[in-house]
């Protein structure tokens, strides 16, 4: 247990109580806070997240203190009605939270038992009946659970492993070589408590405990459960959440349209989120963005061979028209999902090639057969896009999603005024007892950047959940020092260029070979990270993250050299062979968001202009944008590549052929890249799946430069130190909802 406290680095060497460096492999170890177990750096002196002095973790071989009590009610059941949350420590106002996150986003993939891997993905002959056995394994569980029983051992479960927790990291993901910075992020994977399967049984995770850290369990998938909400504290109470009030947000653009099945911008999934719920979701209190935990399933189970997920869904949940949300409305979303139907758009079905089946053998159970072991499955499950729509309404008039709202989430839809406003009230209905917090809610739709920054520092708006420019931050800390609070992180998220592979001569992979070639990235980073929300150079993963390139190896891509000068010769050479004449004039289509589209427009422009050619950069609504890349009306166009956990089966998806993925805006068929999509998504061993995304990596960007990469972001979001309950992530997709915040005025 001593051994456990001081956590576990990537080389596996478990070190002895209070030591700052592995003492095999010479890695930072990280530094638990005794008040919210959150991991800091081993040289901090204050915790990033809640502000709490770290001397006395440093002095002392204790163990952090256990998980917060909690009454019998809310540890005796997997599908204990209530869900998160601990409100959140602020900080001061010129303190900045979660500066380069010490652990955020992603997770090794779950090895399979040796005896597991002849025939790995062969068919089973009798899948009904492998479905059925679960189904029943997981009734039985449920109907023989002893409410008093289940408290003592959930209880003692929780402090014990809230006690590992708060000390393991698995895995150092960030390096020293690879970041600028001292306090460089880190990437943390961990493990669910479970009970270990039988030959044959599935394996059941429990929702009751925590996940504790150390190496990949094969018998489990990774789970972390959602804390128990707290009850409804008068107003005003000292450090509980306060009932009433309505916080007001600014947002950037307008939505393309309400579907979020069809969407993939933030300027839905901001004012709509709150309406609605998914399957399974990212804890809203997890500033890495990787701890998924209930929200309209309650429980899952896991079959031995990780092909079968069996959920249990809450019962009683009501839509917003009042009836009641069953597996039959889960089966028919996935359905839209997956499987669109003609003149449907789903932009995320090319994340979901692993599932074979969804059924609904039950009101309340929905099952996912895969057609091979997914680490990723999970995390899927707990996309924030997957809101959960009516069967009915489906069957009626799959194209409604797109015009109207309703779903089961905290808000109910009230209006939006275009161009100027969206409106959602507190659901008097909401199955998650004593939630929402808020009154209501305002989305403010504000697309000039001074004018969105104003709004913050005149009282007008709260917070703007996508982030402000350091200059912005700077800004609002200046005007209003003991009334903002500044909270950042690493960003899985960075601006790409679409190319259309039917307009000549983009059709040629040696001219778009030389557009990336013509690109100073480093340059840029240095001095757009100064004004923009853009920090590094990056490949197809996050900097840093487990599967992202090495610095040595991303020089050897087309465009990723520092010798600019021998790029841009080299590209010129290439523009010459192809017969592209210099002065050749072409459209670069671009999104009227500012930060930081028009800074990485203008500089792809002037870029390009380096090596001859004549750039055109024009600005367009978001609804244009979308629209003409929908339609391939553009010669080249920036886009983004956003996740929302970092896993490159979620991160990677968007770049397979035209037709296997309805986001491939390049319109470009690839056979190679689709099967090595596939053979990292398959692969549980992760030195081989990482030579796979190389592999896919320098086909997409350099041999064929299908896409050219440009710069990571990084997010910045100062608010209102009034916002309670809202904690970063490395996503602005994710936290939307709003069940969690709080208002302190």
Not at 24 to 41: E, F, K, Q
Not at 422 to 434: A, F, K, L
Not at 547 to 568: M, N, Q
């Amino acid at each position: 247990m001593h051994e456990e406290q001081s956590g576990v680095p990537a080389c596996g060497h478990r070190n002895p109580p209070g030591a700052h460096f592995c003492d095999t492999c010479g890695a930072r170890l990280p530094m638990p806070c005794p008040r919210c177990h959150a991991i800091n750096r081993s040289d901090a002196n204050f915790c990033s997240r809640c502000g709490a002095g770290l001397g006395d973790a440093r002095r002392t071989d204790a163990a952090p203190a256990s998980a917060p009590s909690a009454s019998p009610d809310s540890l005796s059941a997997t599908e204990s009605d209530s869900a998160p949350a601990r409100p959140e420590p602020m900080l001061p106002a010129k303190h900045v939270a979660n500066d380069r996150l010490d652990a955020f986003a992603s997770f090794d993939p779950l090895p399979l038992p040796a005896e597991s891997t002849k025939g790995l993905f062969a068919d089973e002959p009798d899948d009904e009946a492998r479905l059925e056995r679960m189904v029943r394994s997981n009734r039985r569980l449920q109907q023989r659970r002893n409410p008093q029983r289940a408290w003592l051992l959930g209880a003692v479960g929780v402090s014990v492993v809230s006690a590992v927790i708060a000390v393991i990291a698995v895995g150092v993901f960030w390096t020293h070589n690879e970041m600028p910075s001292a306090s460089a992020p880190r990437l943390v994977g961990t493990n669910p408590p479970a009970t270990r399967a039988q030959d044959g049984e599935p394996a059941t995770i429990a929702q009751s405990a925590p996940a504790s850290t150390g190496p990949p369990d094969t018998t489990v998938q990774r789970y972390q459960p959602a804390p128990t909400a707290p009850a409804k504290a008068p107003a005003g109470a000292p450090g509980q959440p306060s009932a009433g009030g309505e916080v007001k947000f600014v947002v950037p653009s307008e939505p393309p349209s309400y579907d979020a099945h069809r969407e993939e911008t933030f300027a839905l999934i901001h004012p709509a989120a709150p309406h609605y719920n998914t399957l399974l979701r990212i804890d809203p209190l997890d500033p890495t963005g990787t701890r998924v935990v209930a929200d309209l399933a309650t429980s899952w189970t896991v079959s031995s061979d990780k092909r079968t997920y069996v959920l249990k869904l809450r019962e009683g949940v009501k839509f917003h028209d009042g009836s009641e949300m069953t597996s039959r409305d889960v089966r028919a979303t996935y359905q839209k999902i997956i499987s669109p139907p003609p003149g449907i758009t789903s932009v995320r079905r090319g994340e979901y090639l692993q599932i074979e089946t969804v059924q609904a053998p039950e009101p309340y159970v929905v099952a996912f057969k895969l057609k091979w072991p997914s680490p990723s499955f999970i995390h899927s499950l707990a996309s924030p896009w997957n809101w959960i729509y009516k069967a009915d309404i489906l069957e009626r008039d799959v194209h409604w999603y797109e015009k109207n709202v309703m779903g089961t989430g905290p808000f109910v839809f009230v209006e939006h005024v275009k161009g100027t406003r969206w409106i959602g009230r507190r659901n008097p209905n909401y199955w998650d007892r004593g939630k929402p917090y808020l009154d209501g809610y305002q989305a403010l739709f504000i697309a000039d950047d001074a004018a969105q920054v104003s709004a913050i520092r005149s009282g007008q708006a709260h917070i703007q959940f996508r982030g402000f420019s350091p200059a912005q931050r700077d800004d609002l800390v200046r005007a209003l020092p003991d009334k903002i609070t500044v909270q950042e992180s690493p960003w899985n998220c960075g601006l790409v260029v679409a190319i259309n592979h039917d307009k000549e001569p983009f059709n040629d992979a040696s001219v778009r070979r030389a557009l990336s070639l013509a690109l100073d990235r480093y340059r840029a980073a240095s001095a757009l990270s100064q004004t923009a929300i853009v920090r590094e150079v990056a490949g197809v993963q996050v900097p840093g993250s487990l599967f992202a390139t090495p610095p040595a190896e991303l020089v050897k891509l087309a465009g990723y050299s520092r010798d600019i000068r021998e790029s841009r010769s080299e590209a010129r050479r290439l523009l010459a062979k192809a017969g592209v004449p210099d002065g050749f004039a072409f459209v670069l289509k671009n999104r009227d968001v500012p930060m930081p589209y028009a800074y990485i427009g203008r500089w792809l422009a002037d870029e390009w202009r380096q090596i001859g050619l004549n750039v055109r950069h024009e600005i367009q609504s978001s609804g244009q944008y979308f629209k003409d890349l929908r339609t391939g009306n553009f010669e080249l166009s920036t886009d983004f590549q956003c996740g929302y956990v970092v896993d490159p089966d979620l991160d990677l998806y968007k770049f397979q052929s035209r037709g296997r993925s309805d986001a491939n805006y390049g319109g470009y068929t690839d056979p190679v890249l689709d099967d090595l999509y596939v053979r990292q998504s398959r692969t549980v061993d992760p030195a081989q799946r990482r030579r796979y995304i190389r592999a896919f990596e320098r086909r997409l960007l350099d041999e064929q430069a299908h896409y050219i990469s440009t710069l990571q972001w990084h997010r910045i979001v100062p608010h209102r130190s009034s916002v309670r309950g809202w904690t970063i992530t490395p996503s602005h997709y994710l936290n939307n909802q709003l069940d969690t915040v709080w208002l302190a005025e």
